[in-house]
C-alpha cells in the first residue's frame, strides 16, 4: 500500500468523524494548551498534521512561524472534521489555518493543519513534538 493510500485510508477512518471543535478541547484540557494528532505513513515520517493552540504564547510562536491569514467566513468548528480542511491544505498551499476570537477580538483558539513537509518540520521543530 502507498503512503497515500495509507494517508487516504486513516484520514477517513479517524479524521473524517474528529471535529475542530474535538482538538480544541484536547488542547484547552491540556497543561500547555496544545494539542495535535498526525497521520504517519508505515515508516513512521508524519504526512499530514493538525496542531490547536490555545494559549497566547503558543500561538505568539506559530504566528512567528506561519503567516496566520484567516479567510473567509467563520467555520462551525462542531460540524467542520480535520479531514475537511485536510483535504483544502492538501488541494492548496499545503496548509490551513483557522481560528477563533475571544471578546477583544484576539486570537484565543488557532488550529493549523499541514500536508506540506517543510510546514510539519516547522510545526515538530517548534513545539518540540516527540518524533
Request: hydrophobic share 50%; net charge positive; proline share 5%.
Amino acid at each position: 500500500m502507498s503512503n497515500l493510500e495509507q494517508m487516504s485510508e486513516a484520514l477517513v477512518q479517524s479524521w473524517g468523524i474528529k471535529t475542530l471543535e474535538a482538538l480544541r478541547r484536547q488542547a484547552k484540557a491540556g497543561a500547555t494548551g496544545v494539542a495535535f494528532d498526525a497521520i504517519r505513513a508505515a515508516g513512521g515520517k508524519r504526512l499530514v498534521i493538525a496542531i490547536c493552540v490555545t494559549k497566547k504564547v503558543p500561538i505568539a510562536v506559530l504566528r512567528q512561524a506561519f503567516p496566520l491569514v484567516d479567510g473567509g467566513a467563520p467555520e462551525d468548528w462542531t460540524k467542520l472534521t480535520l479531514l475537511e480542511i485536510t483535504m483544502r491544505a492538501a488541494a492548496g498551499p499545503g496548509f490551513v489555518f483557522k481560528s477563533l476570537k475571544n471578546s477583544a477580538g484576539e486570537l484565543s483558539d488557532v488550529i493549523l493543519v499541514s500536508t506540506e513537509p517543510r510546514s510539519i518540520a516547522i510545526i515538530e521543530r517548534i513545539f518540540r513534538l516527540p518524533k
